[in-house]
T-cell receptor, first 115, second 107 residues
Framework: GAVVSQHPSWVICKSGTSVKIECRSL??????MFWYRQFPKQSLMLMAT?????????EQGVEKDKFLINHASLTLSTLTVTSAHPEDSSFYIC???????????FGQGTRLTVV | GIQVEQSPPDLILQEGANSTLRCNFS?????LQWFHQNPWGQLINLFY???GTKQNGRLSATTVATERYSLLYISSSQTTDSGVYFC?????????FGTGTRLTVIP
């Protein structure tokens, strides 16, 4: 398999502040990583594709100014939730793969609570 | 995106029983995976199976790509099998998840 590490595992922040979540591929390089969101008792929804060295591609309905994605290296992508509000509280999880259309490996996820 | 439906949505089994979970998808795909999500949210990779059949211990999976469905078989279920099972599909590495099957195995 492959190891994808996500940090932090959980975070509580005040409404109006920003939170950064990191996703690292530990034993391989990934030109693309993916960010998903999961609300309680629901499925995972793809938010965006993180592209190393270029702009992220967002799925329809996802605010790019709210969810800033940076993929500065082949092993690190970050998701910043800006001006967080309680409705942004959710489980955020990233994935990466060794190649195209190959097995995806997921990080441990980050549980964000905005109070 | 691709539409993915899983059935049944909920399943309760007696320990030792067998079960079959189904995943139907709306378009041709190059990528199909089955996951088990544990209570902490971690997605455990079960199978990468865009086509064909694979087996791993008590679990096996079959994907019939031409008919756009995949099946996950769990034999001799154990209480530790409880959790949510997701099927996820895609053309490349961006995956679209099904609605999941919540499995409860009772002793």
């Amino acid at each position: 398999g492959a190891v994808v590490s996500q940090h932090p595992s959980w975070v509580i922040c005040k409404s109006g502040t920003s939170v950064k979540i990191e996703c690292r591929s530990l034993d391989f390089q990934a030109t693309t990583m993916f960010w998903y969101r999961q609300f309680p008792k629901q499925s995972l929804m793809l938010m965006a594709t993180s592209n190393e060295g270029s702009k992220a591609t967002y799925e329809q309905g996802v605010e790019k100014d709210k969810f800033l994605i940076n993929h500065a290296s082949l092993t690190l992508s970050t998701l910043t939730v800006t001006s967080a509000h309680p409705e942004d509280s959710s489980f955020y999880i990233c994935s990466a793969s060794r190649g195209t259309a190959t097995e995806a490996f997921f990080g441990q996820g980050t549980r964000l609570t905005v109070v | 995106g691709i539409q993915v439906e899983q059935s049944p949505p909920d399943l309760i089994l007696q320990e030792g029983a067998n079960s079959t979970l189904r995943c139907n998808f709306s378009d041709s795909v190059n990528n199909l995976q089955w996951f088990h999500q544990n209570p902490w949210g971690q997605l455990i990779n079960l199978f990468y199976i865009p086509s064909g059949t694979k087996q791993n211990g008590r679990l096996s999976a079959t994907t019939v790509a031409t008919e756009r469905y995949s099946l996950l078989y769990i034999s001799s279920s154990q209480t530790t099998d409880s959790g949510v099972y997701f099927c996820a599909v895609g053309e490349a590495n961006n995956l679209f998840f099904g609605t999941g099957t919540r499995l409860t195995v009772i002793p």
